[in-house]
């Protein structure tokens, strides 16, 4: 499956130079502490570093420029993304090949095949800057891992929307509810991410399935004849010229661009159920026999601290679990608020043993 991601980032982003030059005011972390400055050193000697990171233009800018204003040292940016890039490893490490020093993605390859594969190296005691490992500007007061073994670095957090409407065909507070989308009145009038597909449909239809059973899921995608779509943008144009009434798993991204050019879009956050979380590229990897292990250290306190972390967070639309950020031009949408009850679809045991086996009944109840 491929990974669930937040907003567009030209929601957020004016450009790619904009973000470069936030990272340009980023204070080097030179000389924090001992082991910082040996790792400094150590990692010059090396004078390179390999990354797969997303395939994000401001954020291969943001990485490659600023690690190497900041450090002198260049990174070599891969952005196979996904699947891609696990196939990709595979096939070298096969060959007798380690080119990659650090991972950054979503859930799936890392939690799914980076480790149960034995590439990774654990990142926790690599963390050695002192704003880093400073658990107080963390969220919840303490560094995130993805993995019960803290072997993968978990950086970011938002809440992703998973129902939108148009309000010039459904009124404001007429949907509160998921069960409501089963009246008849709704039947054929919204749209979904088609669940035979990985990513956010996969997702969605296995929270589903979870918290409200098969004979709801088998309703909601069969009986009430929802539109299916693959092409996220699409079906965003769709909602906004009225094809769809409502739209299942929208893109954020889209929405906020239609609804800045006038449509009425709005999203909605079902009550009967938990809201979603997410974790965007937030997953940060060290590959094991990694060919510049010091540097590969290096980038990974790096881009941990605030002044990168803001920069990757702006470039990927998504929050840094980091509690110490200023956001700018972010919409409220994303943060988590008190109070509310979420769903993480990065937690590790929705991805390792919750979400697939739902996902699997549930498109088993749809004749896929």
Partial sequence: MNDRHGPSRSAFVGGALATVALIARTEPVYAQSDALKALVAAAKAEGAVTVDGPPIDATREVITQGFLRDYGIPVS????????????????????????????????????????????????????????????????????????????????????????????????????????????????????????????????????????????VRKFYVDQKPALARDVRQAV????????????????????????????????????????????????????????????????????QPGPQLAYAKTTAALSLRTDLKYDGFPQFLFPQKGTKYIDTYDYKFITEQRDPAFQNARALLGE
Avoid: C
Avoid at 167 to 176: A, L
Avoid at 187 to 193: D, F, L, R
Avoid at 259 to 287: C, I
């Fill in 77 to 216: 940016y891969i952005s196979s993304g996904g699947a891609l890039s696990s196939a990709r490893v595979r096939a070298e490490r096969a060959a007798g090949k380690y080119l990659l020093d650090v991972f950054l993605s979503g859930s799936d390859q890392p939690t799914l095949t980076f480790l149960p594969s034995g590439w990774l190296d654990k990142i926790e005691p690599v963390l050695v800057a002192p704003d880093v490992i400073d658990k107080r500007k963390w969220k919840d007061g303490h560094l995130w891992f993805e993995d019960p073994d803290k072997t993968i670095l978990r950086a970011q957090q938002n809440v992703v929307p998973e129902l939108a409407i148009n309000t010039k065909y459904v009124k404001r507070g007429e949907i509160t509810q998921w069960k409501q989308m089963l009246d008849p009145k709704w039947q054929g009038k919204y749209g979904a991410k088609d669940p035979a597909t990985s990513g956010p449909g996969a997702s969605l239809i296995a929270i589903l399935y979870l918290q409200f059973g098969p004979d709801f």
């Fill in 237 to 304: 144009q769709f909602l906004a010229q009225g094809n769809y009434a409502i739209l299942v798993g929208p893109d954020s991204g889209n929405i906020l661009r239609f609804q800045a050019q006038g449509y009425p879009l709005e999203f909605v956050f079902p009550t009967d159920a938990p809201s979603v979380l997410s974790g965007s590229w937030g997953l940060v990897s060290l590959l094991n026999k990694a060919p510049h292990p010091n540097a590969a250290k290096l980038f990974i306190n790096w881009l941990a």
